[in-house]
Structure formats: structure tokens, C-alpha cells
């Protein structure tokens, strides 16, 4: 892997573009973000150029039990035409027990890579293959355990202004009640709808499937585009079953430099 990313980055006329060779800001494709919907993008960030999407803040809400996330950031950074590294940090996380008690503090770092396989320069669909890693930071809120996946997410035009993106991760994750890791898959599909020329919209599903149980959630939210670097969002997500959480806030902003 790293004699590859060295060549892919160093090898402009076998790649293009790539980290040390910025593609031109007249030629960079249309701002794609993996927020705020679950279901990730299967666009890259155009080589050479930084993207941050953070998350100003997040509520969520389970019977009794109440979280606060604030500044929640994926710092990305594009390597090649088809690639980009993704750097996601929760900042604060704040949660309120109904018991009474509750904790407060900095979750880990999670190190993310996308690679595209088609349709980052155009055409009616794309797809990806996105593993990503979550390291344990020792931070108040960690588990202080590996975690780690791989996201396939892939995207088309369904009808003009009218796009469809469907997604399934399998993760290996730490199951705090058998203290042990276990598998788990998540699956989403959403649908995004261009209101305006700067106001969109969208609808999302997304299950996930644990070894004992699965969870279910119905979302939605707006965005709109300040300029063709900035976009703002909001939404929310609501659990459809008892095993899902109750509901989940969120507003925040993809930033392209």
C-alpha cells in the first residue's frame, strides 16, 4: 500500500493530478460531500485540495438518555484523480444519562480512504470501495478498541434534478455488553432532490443489523449552496423501531479549499 500511494503521488503522467500537482480550480468537478446523510458519497475530493465537513452540532435523543455533539470534523485531502484520505475526529461529545449520570469528553480518531472506481469525471453513475479504520486516542470517551470496515457506496441519476445513493458498510465493531468484537452491517438508500439552483433536499433510509438485533431509521433534511465551495445542512433522523435510537438532530457545512 504505501509503495503505491508513493508512485500514484509521485507519477503525474500515469495518474494526472495528483497531491503535489493540484488540479486547476477552473477544473475541478462539482462540490461532492459524504454529509449530512449516512449514505456516503462515492465521489473524491479533487486532488491536491483540502474539503472539511463538520458537524456544528449533533442531538440525539433515546428514551431518557440525551447526547450533545459539538464540531464533529472529517478532514479530507485529495491524493489522485480517484482518491482521497479522510481524517474524522469527534471534538466533544457530551452525554446525559437518564440514570442521573453521564460523561463527557473526546471520542477517537477515525483514518478513512476512498478510492473511486468510476464516475468521478462524469456519467450516470459511480461507485466506491471506502475501509476505513477507527483508532482507539485513549480520549475520555473512547473504548480504547480497534475498529475498523469497509463502505461501498454508489450513486446514479435517476431523473434530472433527481439522484438515488445507495450504500452498504460492514463493520467489525466492540460490543461494550460481550466485551468482545462482532460484525455488523449497515444498508441505506437515499434520495436528493434539487429544489432550486440552491436549495436541495433529501430522504434517507438506513438499517443496521447487529447479531441480536436490528435498527431501523427514517431521515431527511435540507442544504443549501452558498457558492460552489460552500454548502450548508440541516436535518434529522428518526428511529423507526424499538431497538433504533429515538431521534438525532443535526446541522453543519461542507467547506471545499
Known sequence: MKAFLTTALLTPTLCGFNLFDPVPSDQMRELSADRPDATESAITVDAGHIQIEASLYN???????????????????GLTDHSDLQFVFDSYLSEDLGTGGGSSGFGD???????????????????????FVKIPTGGDLSNDEWEGGLIVPYG?????????????EFDYVFDEDSQDHEPEFLHSAVLGFDLTERLGAFTEYVGIVTEDHYEAYLGGGLTYTVHENLVLDLGAQFGLNSSAEDLSLFTGFTLRL
Open 156 to 168: 446514479t441519476t435517476l431523473y434530472n434534478g433527481v439522484g438515488l445513493g445507495l450504500m452498504a
Open 59 to 77: 442531538f440525539a435523543k433515546n428514551d431518557d438518555d440525551e447526547s450533545h455533539l459539538f464540531g464533529a470534523i472529517n478532514f479530507k485531502l
Open 109 to 131: 480518531l477515525t483514518l478513512r480512504y476512498k478510492h473511486n472506481l468510476w464516475g468521478n469525471d462524469g456519467g450516470d453513475s459511480s461507485l466506491a470501495l471506502f475501509p
